[in-house]
């Protein structure tokens, strides 16, 4: 059974960072890409950042560029989303998802495994 467990989100001011970690477990997590999606309240799950299976590739939104780093450790299971400069704008829930493909894919419909999401939230 593939698991995907979040942590490192909470509250933080604006200007603050924040480091979002993913475990991953009952998969082959080397072989699959990895994406963080957030969602706001009232708002559609958008794609924050992705990665390719080695590290190789990596997409940024451009609302997250220069501000956001994703990356992974094989070796852990893990992946990470380092997150600078936080801003209001920032809050949602963040969720990382896994792909079988072996690039990086931008449609959440190209995401087999969810997380159950972990809450960021920045004050003004």
């Known amino acids: 059974q593939v698991q995907l467990v979040e942590s490192g989100g909470g509250l933080v001011q604006a200007g603050g960072s924040l480091r979002l970690s993913c475990a991953a477990s009952?998969?082959?997590?080397?072989?699959?890409?990895m994406g963080w999606f957030r969602q706001a309240p009232g708002k559609g799950r958008e794609l924050v950042a992705a990665i390719s299976p080695l590290g190789v590739s990596r997409y940024y939104a451009d609302s997250v560029k220069g501000r956001f780093t994703i990356s992974r450790d094989n070796a852990k299971n893990t992946l990470y989303l380092q997150m600078n400069s936080l801003k209001p704008e920032d809050t949602a829930v963040y969720y990382c998802?896994?792909?079988?493909?072996?690039?990086?894919?931008?449609?959440?419909?190209?995401?087999?495994?969810w997380g159950q999401g972990t809450q960021v939230t920045v004050s003004s």
């Open positions: 009952g998969v082959t997590f080397s072989s699959g890409s």
């Open positions: 998802a896994r792909s079988n493909q072996p690039i990086v894919v931008y449609s959440s419909k190209e995401y087999d495994y």
